[in-house]
């Protein structure tokens, strides 16, 4: 089974997300879309992040009528920090007979010589990359390179940032957010302040 993991804070999961990893299962070679939920870095302070849990519940609630789409917390059980090329390593040892693919937004791509051991991800895995308005260029050896896939998926310019700020200044936010998810998010006041 080809797996395509699209990590995020899911802070929270918006129809954004949704969008675009339901392209993905829809109109690429992708069997299942894995939402990767990163947990909170216990070394940095955020306190506009929901706990680990919270976060994941809500990807839980806004997937649960996708068939290939699914909330994962396999990274809440390494160690922290952690870095992509660690998890993909735990995933291929616990799944050994699942291939694993990233996706990511052009914006990340831009980014990726920044990641620990990019040269391994790139030359390991496929990255399946979705269009986003970023500022910078993609390195044309990146968009050259076999292992990146560019997927013509809709550009979604719908952020969780923009949600939170809105849900604090009391702004109807729920075309943005699955009915049940503000239902959570309201009922536990999350972003409130």
Known sequence: MKIGLYFG??????????????????????????????????????????????????????????????????????????????TLAHLEERFPKHTF??????????????????????????????????EGEVPEHFLNHPNVIKVDAPIIELSSTFIRENIKLGKNITPMIDRQVWDYIDHNLFYKK
Not at 50 to 73: F, N
Not at 102 to 123: A, C, F, Q, R
């Open 9 to 86: 804070t899911f802070n929270p999961i918006h129809v954004g997300h949704l969008i675009i990893a339901n392209h993905m299962a829809e109109h690429s070679d992708l069997d299942q879309i894995w939402m990767v939920v990163t947990p909170h870095n216990p070394l940095k302070k955020k306190a506009s992040l929901v706990d680990d849990h919270h976060r994941l519940e809500m990807v839980h609630i806004a997937t649960k009528g996708y068939d290939k789409i699914h909330a994962s917390d396999i990274e809440f059980k390494l160690p922290q920090p952690n870095y992509t090329v660690n």
């Open 101 to 134: 693919c990233l996706i990511m937004g052009e914006d990340n791509l831009i980014s990726l010589e920044k990641w620990k051991n990019y040269d391994v991800i790139l030359e390991k895995y496929k990255i399946y990359i979705y269009p986003r308005i970023a």
